[in-house]
């Protein structure tokens, strides 16, 4: 379940430091130009009902089912009797490691007590029984973490723990070992050898298995405080000197001219006070992911040119900053658009929009506000990142219908009131969102003991996926 928990820390991680970094201004119409006019026809409804499967609750999770390839073949029955249209599998992990024999990375059959059963490649177990149920399957990969719980690249190698691992500012301005805070193993996402192991993974596994597209998952920054090595100063540095003829950039007092001091916001290390350097260092930062999106695309597609090649992210676009991420389309301008503008961005962020790369994007709509009149405070915007109709209507205008979006639904980690509540939720996604719904997770509606409700979820499956 680690994996499951951590991505709600980090969407409440990333809510804070919205809170306190980043607004909506407010801009007179007609002051600015009319983007608009570059917004596909929000026409297409693919209708897709896609369950994401983590390895780390479904296969050794103490509850978890997919350590059985009988009780695997059970699941998947009950999942395309209920409405279920395709996967997502969790192929590598937080730790480094992967679901499938690899030439980089180690096996993991084992965790926890729980062993998958032997002698059976568990990716392409899982491939072959989806194809027999005519569902569309995607892999997933944890892009940039690299070590989890003791394990991992971070942990058992040298030069990954010292050179490659993200060094994070604490509250008081101090650079240390991400960690040694005691969170996941990230690595710093701009060393040239950190996105060589990325790729090399990606292409292995288009290589090897017959599926339906390859998403990232975690390709970020691991938050706003990251990442503050040595590397990242030197590579910032050059990056001022290419682009704005900074000649005092070799001068700058790093990290301090970025940051000035710190703060805890609901245990977050947050800036307290920025420097001047702050705005074109989140540039910096997004213009490593968006570079290293054109790269990982072009590896897909070098091995297998029609595969679909995607990703997941946060719904909530107006803090996603903080993790180094522009899933926009770069027609869309943070900077200068006359319905949505924010205060974090600069001049060029829209080149920083990674859309045009994608052939699918799959966002956490994670909230359980539905409909933007259901509370007051919004009944009258347009776009609100917190709640779904709101962060849908949101992700569709910044990603200019240029690529299939799934908007997606978290069971388990949420306070749902009821099933019903779920399954309208299901619902609305799949229909108002172009690609369709992705259900997280799978380990959510059999096992009652993690999820909210304490209770399986399967009727709120069917209702939701009622045609």
């Known amino acids: 379940m680690k994996k499951i928990v951590?991505?709600?820390?980090?969407?409440?991680?990333?809510?804070?430091?919205?809170?306190?970094?980043?607004?909506?201004?407010?801009?007179?119409?007609?002051?600015?130009?009319?983007?608009?006019?570059n917004i596909l026809p929000d026409t297409m409804r693919r209708n897709e009902a896609i369950a994401w499967v983590d390895a780390r609750s479904n296969v050794f999770g103490t509850y978890g089912r997919f350590s059985d390839t009988a009780m695997i073949r059970r699941t998947l029955d009950t999942l395309k009797d209920v409405g279920v249209t395709g996967l997502v599998l969790d192929v590598k992990g937080s730790n480094g490691y992967t679901m499938y024999p690899s030439n980089y990375a180690p096996q993991l059959t084992s965790m926890d007590g729980k062993t998958f059963t032997p002698g059976v490649d568990y990716v392409g177990f899982m491939i072959a029984e989806a194809k027999k149920r005519k569902f569309k399957i995607y892999a997933s990969i944890v892009t940039f973490v690299e070590g989890s719980a003791g394990k991992g690249k971070v942990y058992e190698d040298a030069v990954w723990r010292d050179q490659y691992q993200s060094i994070v500012c604490d509250e008081t301005g101090k650079r240390v070992p991400i960690v040694s805070t005691g969170k996941n193993g990230f690595v710093n996402p701009a060393i040239p050898a950190v996105q060589e192991r990325a790729l090399n993974i990606v292409k292995e596994i288009v290589a090897k298995y017959d599926i339906d597209g390859l998403l990232l998952d975690y390709a970020r920054y691991t938050d706003i405080n990251a990442d503050f090595s040595d590397y990242s100063k030197n590579d910032f540095i050059k990056f001022l000197e290419a682009k704005y003829d900074d000649s005092q950039a070799k001068r700058m007092d790093f990290p301090v001219d970025i940051v000035k001091s710190w703060k805890i916001v609901s245990g977050v290390v947050t800036p307290n006070v920025t420097g001047k350097y702050y705005k074109r260092w989140l540039l910096y930062r997004a213009t490593v992911i968006h570079d290293f999106f054109v790269k990982a695309k072009a590896a897909v597609k070098s091995v297998k040119p029609n595969m679909k090649f995607g990703v997941y992210v946060g719904a909530w676009y107006t803090t996603y900053y903080s993790v180094g991420v522009n899933w926009a389309s770069q027609d869309y301008d943070p900077f200068n658009d006359n319905e949505l503008r924010f205060d974090w961005s600069y001049p060029d962020y829209n080149k920083t929009g990674y859309g045009e790369q994608l052939d699918l994007i799959m966002t956490g709509n994670y909230f359980t506000q539905l409909m933007?009149?259901?509370?007051?405070?919004?009944?009258?915007?347009?776009?609100?990142?917190?709640?779904?109709?709101?962060?849908?209507?949101?992700?569709?205008?910044?990603?200019?219908?240029?690529?299939?979006?799934?908007?997606?639904?978290?069971?388990?980690?949420?306070?749902?009131?009821?099933?019903?509540?779920?399954?309208?939720?299901?619902?609305?996604?799949?229909?108002?969102?172009?690609?369709?719904?992705?259900?997280?997770?799978?380990v959510h509606v059999y096992a009652p003991q993690y999820n909210r409700l304490k209770q399986p979820l399967w009727e709120a499956l069917r209702q939701g996926l009622k045609k």
Not at 421 to 435: E, Q
Request: proline share 4%; net charge positive; hydrophobic share 40%.
């Open 6 to 37: 951590y991505k709600i820390f980090a969407w409440s991680a990333v809510l804070m430091v919205g809170f306190t970094a980043c607004k909506k201004t407010n801009v007179a119409k007609n002051t600015l130009p009319d983007e608009t006019e």
């Open 372 to 442: 933007l009149a259901d509370n007051p405070a919004t009944a009258g915007l347009a776009y609100h990142w917190w709640s779904v109709e709101g962060s849908l209507k949101g992700g569709k205008y910044i990603t200019r219908n240029k690529m299939p979006l799934y908007g997606s639904i978290d069971m388990g980690n949420v306070d749902w009131p009821s099933q019903q509540a779920i399954a309208n939720t299901i619902k609305y996604i799949r229909a108002n969102a172009s690609g369709g719904v992705m259900l997280f997770d799978v």
